[in-house]
C-alpha cells in the first residue's frame, strides 16, 4: 500500500482565485493521479501527474485550468486556477501501487482536498 | 473510451437481507476493482479481479468478474448497517482508472 497526504484538506476560496493543492506519498511511484469528485458524484480522472513531463489531461480538462506538477517520483500538485463556484468539489491524489507476488496495480487514495468556492 | 455503469445508484435495504450491486463496463478492462467510500472519507479498495470468473469475499461481501459480459457484481450477504457507505466499481484499461456512478447503499436496522 501507500501512505499519501493531501494539503490542505479543506479551504473555502473566493471567486478569481487560485489554490495548489500538495500531494505526498511515502514512497517513490511511477504513475500518479488527480481526481476530482462533485458533491454527491463519482470520481472523474482530471489528468495523469508524470514525472519530468507535461500532465496528461482527461477530455474537458485544460493544463491553465488545472496547471500540474511532478518534480519526483513522491510528490505532486495540483492547482485549480480562476476558481468559480463550479469549481467547488473534492480533489483527491491517488497513485497506483504494485501489490502482490503477481504484480498487480491496486489504486490508493489520499484524504481528499474540500475546497468551497464562494 | 471505457464507460462504467452501476446501479442501482441508490439502495436502501433491511438488515439481514441479501442484495446485489452491478458494474458495467463498455470495453476491454485489465481489471475490476471495489471501493468502498464512507460520507466525508476517502476511498477504501476492497476487492481487485483480475480475470474472468475471479471471485472474491471478504465477510458479508463477496465480488465476481465476467469479462465476457463486461460485468462484475457485489453480493452483499445478510446485511449489517456497518455496510451503510458509497459503492464504486473501477475499471482500468491500460492506465487509467475508470469509476462507475457509485451505488449508495443504507442499511435499515
Known amino acids: 500500500s501507500a501512505v499519501i497526504s493531501q494539503k490542505p484538506s479543506r479551504d473555502i476560496c473566493q471567486r478569481g482565485t487560485s489554490l495548489t493543492i500538495q500531494c505526498q506519498v511515502d514512497s517513490q511511484v511511477t504513475m500518479m493521479f488527480w481526481y476530482r469528485q462533485q458533491p454527491g458524484q463519482s470520481l472523474t480522472l482530471i489528468a495523469t501527474a508524470n514525472q519530468g513531463s507535461e500532465a496528461t489531461y482527461e477530455s474537458g480538462f485544460v493544463i491553465d485550468k488545472f496547471p500540474i506538477s511532478r518534480p519526483n517520483l513522491t510528490f505532486s500538485t495540483l492547482t485549480v486556477s480562476n476558481m468559480s463556484p463550479e469549481d467547488s468539489s473534492i480533489y483527491l491524489c491517488?497513485?497506483?501501487?504494485?501489490?502482490?507476488?503477481?504484480?498487480?496495480?491496486?489504486?490508493?487514495f489520499g484524504e481528499g482536498s474540500r475546497l468551497t468556492v464562494l | 473510451e471505457l464507460k462504467v455503469e452501476q446501479n442501482p445508484l441508490f439502495l436502501s435495504m433491511q438488515e439481514g437481507k441479501n442484495y446485489t450491486i452491478y458494474c458495467n463496463y463498455s470495453?476491454?478492462?485489465?481489471?475490476l476493482y471495489w471501493y468502498r467510500q464512507d460520507p466525508g472519507k476517502s476511498l477504501e479498495s476492497l476487492f481487485v479481479l483480475l480475470s474472468n470468473g475471479a471471485v472474491k469475499q471478504e465477510g458479508r461481501l463477496m465480488a465476481s468478474l465476467d469479462t465476457k459480459a463486461r460485468l462484475s457484481t457485489l453480493h452483499i450477504t445478510a446485511a449489517v448497517h456497518d455496510l451503510s457507505a458509497t459503492y464504486f466499481c473501477?475499471?482500468?484499461?491500460?492506465?487509467?482508472?475508470?469509476f462507475g456512478t457509485g451505488t449508495r447503499l443504507k442499511v435499515l436496522a
Open positions: 491517488s497513485v497506483e501501487v504494485t501489490t502482490g507476488g503477481s504484480g498487480t496495480g491496486e489504486l490508493f
Open positions: 473501477a475499471a482500468r484499461r491500460t492506465y487509467k482508472y475508470i
Open positions: 470495453t476491454t478492462s485489465d481489471r
